[in-house]
C-alpha cells in the first residue's frame, strides 16, 4: 500500500521536474553559448575598397522581390514592422515610414569604418501580401545562421575604454542620432572563419541624420526633432568644444552620460578612418537609402563638413574661444 502511494506520487512530480529542467538546460545552454564566442565590435579594413550603394551584404544579398510573403508583424519600436521572406527563401524585416532611408545610410558609413552592422537594403516599393504596397521600405536581413542574443550596455560592455567604442559614441553624435539607447543595441552570435563570434552591433539607426531638437523639454514639446532630413543635418555641428584634451561633443539627446570622457586621441582614432572615405563612397550610402539628387549632395556635404571638424580636432586646429586641443 505504501509503496503504490509512493509511486502515485512520483507519478505525479517527476513529470513536472521535467517540464521545469527543460527551461532550465535551455538557459544553460543559452548562456554557454554566450560566453562560448569571441566579442567583436569592429576589426581592420580596407576602407577604400568598400562598396557603399550595396552595403555589407553586397549584390550577393540583394533581396529577391519576384515573390514576398508575409510572415507576421514585427512588435518592438514605433515604427511599423512586417517580418518577410523573399523570392529567395530569405527572411527579411521591412520597415516602413521616416526611419528606414537615413538607417539604410547610417549602416553603410559605419561597416565602411570596420564596424559590425546589420545587413540592409532600401527597396523603393515593395507589395506585401495582405498589408500593402509600401514606398521606400528597408529590408533588415535575418539569416539563419546568425543568432540574435541579447542587447549590450553602452556603459558596461567587453569594449570600454577601447579605441572602437570611443569612436562609435563619436559616430552617434556625428549621425545626430537622437535615440542612443541600450535597447537599440544587440549581440549577433556568427560563426566566423576562427570560430563562433559574438557581433556587438547598433541593431537601429533609424533615429539619425537631422537634428536632436530641444530635449530639455518634455518628450511630447521636443520641438525641432528631425530624421533623415538633409538641410536640418547640414547645419548642426559635431563638436562644441575641446579643453586640455577633453572633447564636448554637441549632443542633446537620449543617455547623455555615454558621451562623457571623450578625449583628442579618440577622435584622431576615428579621423584617421574616416577621412578614408571618398565622396563617392559618402554619396553612394544615400543614394542607396533613395534620397534625390539634390538631397544626396546636401547630405554629402554635411558629412565632409563633421569629417572636417574631426580634422581640426586631430591636428590640434580646432577654435574655439575657451577651447585648446591638447592631447
Same mark, same amino acid.
Given at each position: 500500500m505504501f509503496k503504490t502511494i509512493i509511486l502515485k506520487r512520483l507519478a505525479f512530480v517527476l513529470p513536472l521536474l521535467i517540464l521545469i529542467a527543460i527551461p532550465l538546460q535551455a538557459q544553460?545552454?543559452?548562456?554557454?553559448?554566450?560566453?562560448?564566442?569571441?566579442? +567583436?565590435?569592429?576589426?581592420? @579594413?580596407?576602407?577604400?575598397?568598400?562598396?557603399l550603394f550595396?552595403?555589407?551584404?553586397?549584390?550577393?544579398?540583394? $533581396?529577391?522581390?519576384? =515573390?514576398?510573403?508575409?510572415? =507576421?508583424?514585427?512588435?518592438?519600436?514605433?515604427? =511599423?514592422?512586417?517580418?518577410?521572406?523573399?523570392?529567395?527563401?530569405? @527572411?527579411?524585416v521591412a520597415k516602413l515610414g521616416r526611419e528606414a532611408k537615413p538607417e539604410t545610410a547610417a549602416v553603410r558609413l559605419?561597416?565602411?569604418?570596420?564596424?559590425?552592422?546589420?545587413?540592409?537594403?532600401? +527597396? $523603393?516599393?515593395?507589395?506585401? $501580401?495582405?498589408k500593402g504596397t509600401f514606398e521606400d521600405v528597408r529590408l533588415e536581413a535575418r539569416p539563419d545562421e546568425f543568432d540574435r542574443l541579447d542587447?549590450?550596455?553602452?556603459?558596461?560592455?567587453? /569594449? @570600454?575604454?577601447?579605441?572602437?567604442?570611443q569612436g562609435l559614441k563619436i559616430m552617434m553624435v556625428f549621425f545626430k542620432n537622437w535615440d542612443v539607447l541600450d535597447l537599440q543595441n544587440k549581440v549577433v552570435a +556568427?560563426?566566423?572563419?576562427?570560430?563562433?563570434?559574438?557581433?556587438?552591433?547598433?541593431s537601429d539607426l533609424g533615429a539619425t541624420f537631422g537634428s536632436l531638437g530641444n530635449n530639455n523639454l518634455p518628450i511630447f514639446y521636443r520641438l525641432g526633432r528631425s530624421t533623415g532630413n538633409a538641410e536640418d543635418y547640414q547645419q548642426s555641428i559635431l563638436i562644441r568644444e575641446v579643453e586640455n584634451g577633453e572633447v564636448e561633443l554637441s549632443y542633446k539627446g537620449k543617455s547623455r552620460e555615454v558621451f562623457e570622457n571623450i578625449h583628442v586621441k579618440d577622435v584622431r582614432w576615428l579621423y584617421s578612418l574616416i577621412s578614408q572615405l571618398s565622396d563617392k563612397q559618402?554619396?553612394?550610402? /544615400?543614394?542607396?537609402?533613395?534620397? $534625390?539628387?539634390?538631397? @544626396?549632395?546636401? /547630405?554629402?556635404?554635411?558629412v565632409k563638413s563633421k569629417i572636417a571638424e574631426l580634422?581640426? +580636432?586631430?591636428?590640434g586646429n580646432f577654435e574655439d574661444g575657451n577651447s585648446t586641443a591638447e592631447s
Open positions: 544553460d545552454k543559452s548562456k554557454a553559448k554566450k560566453k562560448a564566442g569571441k566579442p +567583436v565590435m569592429w576589426e581592420s @579594413v580596407e576602407i577604400a575598397e568598400r562598396d550595396y552595403g555589407p551584404g553586397g549584390t550577393e544579398m540583394l $533581396p529577391d522581390l519576384s =515573390k514576398i510573403t508575409f510572415i =507576421k508583424e514585427e512588435k518592438s519600436g514605433h515604427n =511599423k514592422k512586417y517580418r518577410i521572406r523573399d523570392g529567395s527563401g530569405r @527572411v527579411w559605419l561597416w565602411a569604418l570596420g564596424y559590425k552592422t546589420e545587413i540592409n537594403y532600401l +527597396v $523603393p516599393k515593395i507589395t506585401i $501580401p495582405g542587447e549590450w550596455k553602452w556603459m558596461d560592455n567587453p /569594449f @570600454v575604454g577601447t579605441n572602437e567604442l +556568427v560563426k566566423g572563419d576562427n570560430g563562433l563570434e559574438h557581433h556587438y552591433i547598433i559618402i554619396a553612394d550610402a /544615400f543614394r542607396a537609402a533613395n534620397y $534625390p539628387p539634390d538631397e @544626396v549632395k546636401t /547630405f554629402t556635404e554635411a580634422k581640426a +580636432v586631430a591636428t
